[in-house]
């Protein structure tokens, strides 16, 4: 059972990325899922989730009309599509399963010019 991410990378300001989780050991839709994100010297913050089974998302406000939750369940993937980036937006970000100890090993967002 892992959850491993990709899709990091340095990107301009108001540029987009999109990550990916991918699931192995369990099926996404089975569960509610989290992007969390951690920048250095602050503590790791929820970004957005996605409920099991229907999949209704939630974002902070910090993200919110910017970022978007989504899963594939064919392919056992979750996303994390990042528009209209901006520097404080940098973090590493981590997927985890939500109420378990489970989570990737994240992958690195950079905004900068």
């Known amino acids: 059972v892992q959850l491993v991410e990709s899709g990091g990378g340095l990107v301009q300001p108001g540029g987009s990325l999109r990550l990916s989780c991918a699931a192995s050991g369990f099926s996404v839709s089975m569960f509610a899922m989290n992007w969390y994100r951690q920048a250095p010297g602050k503590e790791r913050e929820l970004v957005a989730s996605i409920t099991s089974g229907g999949g209704i998302p939630n974002y902070a406000d910090a993200v919110k009309g910017r970022f978007t939750i989504s899963r594939d369940n064919a392919k056992n993937l979750m996303y994390l599509q990042m528009n209209s980036l901006k520097p404080e937006d940098t973090a590493m970000y981590y997927c985890?399963?939500?109420?378990?100890?489970?989570w990737g090993q994240g992958t690195q967002v950079t905004v900068s010019s």
């Open positions: 985890n399963r939500a109420l378990t100890g489970l």
